[in-house]
Each structure stands twice: as C-alpha cells, then as structure tokens.
C-alpha cells in the first residue's frame, strides 16, 4: 500500500481531534493523562497547528483511495537540540498496525524536513519505544542518540 502525507486543513480540524483524542486515551495507560470533566483529554497546542508555521497536522492517508489510516504533528520545539523537526503526535489506526505504514509515514516525515530531528516514544509505552528505535535505527543506519526518552538524528 502506498501512503501519503496531507495537510490537514482548517476545515478538517474536527476530524484531526477526533483521531487525537483516540491516541490520546491510548496514552493514557502509560501517561496517567486524566479526562477532563467534559471527558476530554487536555492538548493545549491543539489551535496552535493551524495558526504557527512551527506547526504542521498531517494525515496519513493511503495514495490510491485517500483512506485515512492515521495522523501525524510535527513542530520546532526542540528539548535537546537547536533547530529542527520533532513528531509531537504521531498514531496508526489499529486496524493498519505491524503493516509497515507507521514506519514509512516517520520516513515520509523525516524526509519532508532534512536536518535535525527529535522523537521521544509515548512515555512508558515499551511497543512505542521499540517501533520508534527500529524505525530511526534503521533509517539512520544507528546514527542516532537516546536520552531522557528522546531520539535525537540528523537527516540529510
């Protein structure tokens, strides 16, 4: 299956939220992430990725029939390094899991933008740590460093 990386439109927004709510109950099984009263889960930098040109919302979609497989955000906000690229959000519908589409959309990502990168794994998820380690060993060819819970690689 061929993916693809769309923008997500302000029009579209709703439907981004919906897909982040899902992975952000994912989450919350590691995270401690507490729903609000209104049984949502907090994300302050929602608007943020449709107003800040640090910011970008994709979905990843397959090419031929543009279904929608899962979401990507990507911003500037480095922790260990100066300027770069960091995954801030980043989930594959269940359904199209272990089908290799999670790791060629980090690539469709990390090609996007050359330089240095920054991805840290859902916090005390152990299967998020291994996809993201397999993935960023591989792509890097091991050129990569891990501390404090951060993938940190350059991208040429």
């Known amino acids: 299956m061929n993916i ?30 507490d729903m609000n009263e209104d049984a949502l889960f907090e994300y302050p930098w929602f608007e943020n990725y449709f107003t800040e040109k640090s910011r970008e919302a994709c979905f990843i979609k397959e090419q031929e029939s543009e279904r929608l497989l899962g979401f990507v955000m990507i911003n500037t906000h480095m922790q260990k390094s100066g300027f770069g690229h960091s995954i801030a959000e980043f989930m594959v519908l269940p359904k199209f899991r272990r089908k290799g589409i999670g790791k060629r959309a980090a690539i469709l990502c990390f090609e996007k933008y050359p330089g240095a990168w920054e991805v840290s794994s859902s916090y005390g998820s152990e299967q998020a740590y291994l996809f993201w380690k397999n993935v960023i060993d591989e792509y890097t060819g091991n050129n990569n460093k891990y501390e ?9």
């Open 4 to 33: 693809i990386l769309k923008r997500v439109e302000e029009t579209q927004k709703e439907i981004l939220y919906r897909l982040l709510q899902y992975s952000l109950f994912e989450e919350s099984l590691n995270d401690q992430n």
């Open 148 to 156: 404090d819970g951060i993938f940190c690689f350059p991208v040429h």
